[in-house]
């Protein structure tokens, strides 16, 4: 019983505040840039299109493999509501908590492409 209002109140919470499409992705191309959940998975952090500096995909086992090995540091935040799937690795450019993104969304190549071409296309402006 506890479990369901949990979970009832944790996606009022989601829905109230604009989170359901971040949770369900990790990661959301905005107009302006990058939408991604915070620390555990409480509120949402933005990141401006100028402010990535690569993107890459990994296949899953690579990425399993890096991440405990902390080939990304301490100051990588991982997103992966989708187990067994390609991982995107975003690095952010300057000072931030969080200098790697690390997620699983559900179309890993279209949305690097999208980045990819959101990026440029800021570039251009």
Do not use: C
């Amino acid at each position: 019983m506890v479990a369901v209002i949990v979970l009832t109140l944790f996606r009022s919470f989601a829905h109230l505040f604009g989170l359901k499409q971040v949770i369900r992705e990790g990661v959301v191309l905005s107009d302006n840039g990058l939408e991604y959940l915070g620390f555990l998975w409480i509120g949402k952090l933005k990141a401006s299109y100028a402010d990535v500096e690569s993107v890459e995909v990994l296949p899953f086992s690579k990425g399993l493999a890096s991440i405990p090995a902390f080939r990304y540091g301490l100051s990588s935040h991982w997103i992966g509501p989708r187990l067994f799937k390609e991982i995107v690795v975003i690095k952010l450019k300057g000072s931030r908590v969080y200098k790697y993104l690390l997620f699983t969304p559900m179309d890993p190549a279209m949305f690097v492409e999208q980045l990819r071409s959101r990026i440029a296309t800021n570039v251009v402006r």
